[in-house]
């Protein structure tokens, strides 16, 4: 079993930024692929942004695309998600998840292929 906790969500204004982490515990391998989704109230969950086990494939939403980044730190076990130029919109709940991938290096764009998921951070964005 796999835990994920994020932390680094917050209330910032439009144009700021923002630096969430996720962190993975217990059997984690080499074979997650890690993803960050957000929901605000109303709305549907939505993948953010996704990256493959190997690190070398990356996906955003079109309306994040050009202001996060997403990257790896194997070593920590830890998956970051990089917000600028933050919008009003951007506001939500926004969730790490990850699942087990024995045989591709890609990131899967529906949320029931995500196995664990992290308990959810606030980000706020103020204009």
């Known amino acids: 079993q796999v835990q994920l906790v994020e932390s680094g969500g917050g209330l910032v204004q439009a144009g700021g930024s923002l630096r969430l982490s996720c962190r993975a515990s217990?059997?984690?391998?080499?074979?997650?692929?890690e993803a960050w989704f957000r929901q605000a109230p109303g709305k549907e969950r939505e993948l953010v942004a996704g990256?493959?086990?190997?690190?070398?494939?990356?996906y955003f939403a079109g309306s994040v695309r050009g202001r996060f980044t997403i990257s790896r730190h194997n070593a920590e076990n830890t998956v970051y998600l990089q917000m600028n130029s933050l919008k009003p919109k951007d506001t939500a709940v926004y969730y790490c998840?990850?699942?087990?991938?024995?045989?591709?290096?890609?990131?899967?764009?529906?949320?029931?292929?995500?196995?664990?998921w992290g308990q959810g951070t606030q980000v706020t964005v103020s204009s």
């Open positions: 998840a990850a699942y087990e991938d024995l045989y591709n290096d890609y990131v899967d764009l529906q949320p029931g292929m995500y196995r664990y």
């Open positions: 217990g059997r984690t391998s080499s074979l997650l692929v």
């Open positions: 990256i493959s086990k190997s690190g070398n494939i990356t």
